[in-house]
Structures are given as C-alpha cells and as structure tokens.
C-alpha cells in the first residue's frame, strides 16, 4: 500500500443557497446553509483515501466544535489525523460559499 502525506487546510465550508448573487451593499436571504467539511488538504487526503493510499494529513484546527468535527470525518474516511494539532483560543478556519441555486436550475 502506498503512503502519502497531506499538509494543508482543513476548513469549515458553510454553503449557503440564495435566489440572487447579493450586490455591493445588499443585503440578501439564504434559503439553505449547510456545513459541509472541505479545505484543499483535507479534500485531497479523502481523495488520496478513496484511491487506496495510507494517507496522514498535517494541519491545524481550532480547538472547536467545527475542529472536532473534521478531525472526525477524517478520521471516518480513514486518514491518520496524529499530526493534526488543535489551536487553543483560535476558531477553526471557515470558507462561505454562496451558490446561486437559479442558475444551478438552469443548467
């Protein structure tokens, strides 16, 4: 089995689906959010994961509630998380994605 190692992001990504990509200034409605586990790092350990690879991941997360959660995830997928250290005062990092679900209708 190969072994690969992983430094990168493990992030939070909080998706949120709107009726209109909002404009400078404007304040606009979600209709969903969702949480959903990502981070350049932490998607490509999955992937390397899925492919067959023993995979450790290197990164840092916030001593949270998001944390604890994609260091779970990781760890469901099976990707060695010991060298993934929790920051002590610091928030997990968090990416706000915002996804225009007209446009997806459309397609």
Request: aromatic letters at 4%; hydrophobic letters at 40%; charged letters at 20%.
């Amino acid at each position: 089995m190969n072994r690969v190692c992983v430094m990168g992001s493990i992030n939070m990504d909080m998706v949120l689906k709107v009726d209109s990509m909002p404009k400078v200034g404007q304040t606009i409605f979600a209709n969903d959010i969702q949480k959903v586990p990502g981070g350049k790092g932490a998607n490509q350990a999955v992937a390397a994961q899925k492919s067959g690879a023993q995979v450790y991941i290197i990164g840092k997360v916030g001593n949270d509630e998001n944390g604890n959660a994609l260091i779970k995830e990781l760890l469901n997928y099976g990707v060695n998380t010991a060298y993934v250290s929790k920051e002590e005062n610091k928030p997990t990092g968090v990416a706000i994605i915002t996804v225009n679900i007209r446009e997806i209708i459309q397609l």
